[in-house]
Nanobody, 114 residues
């Protein structure tokens, strides 16, 4: 069983920043596409940002220009830099790796106070 370990969530005021991290085993990290999803309270899980293996990125309209997805292959870790946070960004955030198989992180809570 593969475990992706997330960290970096917490409470932040609106307008603030957080950086989420997701560490993965090296045997699956380098060749995988990666994404971040979130699940707001009472809502379905939704796509936030993604990066394919060649580095091309894609963002949900709601976070375009405020969030940045990145990866550090030397550390087998992916990141989501979240700036200018809004109350509507509050959710449980999940990382995902995909290489024919799909792996999920355990989720990390992000709370944004207005």
């Amino acid at each position: 069983q593969v475990h992706l370990v997330e960290s970096g969530g917490g409470l932040v005021q609106a307008g603030g920043s957080l950086r989420l991290s997701c560490a993965a085993p090296s045997r699956i990290f380098s060749g995988s596409h990666m994404s971040w999803y979130r699940q707001p309270p009472g809502k379905e899980r939704e796509f936030v940002a993604g990066m394919v293996v060649n580095g091309v990125t894609k963002y949900a309209d709601a976070v375009q220009g405020r969030f940045t997805i990145s990866r550090d292959n030397a550390k087998n870790t992916m990141y989501l830099q979240m700036d200018s946070l809004k109350p509507e960004d509050a959710a449980i955030y999940y990382c995902q790796l995909r290489n024919g198989w799909i792996y999920w992180g355990q989720g990390t809570q992000v709370t944004v106070s207005s």
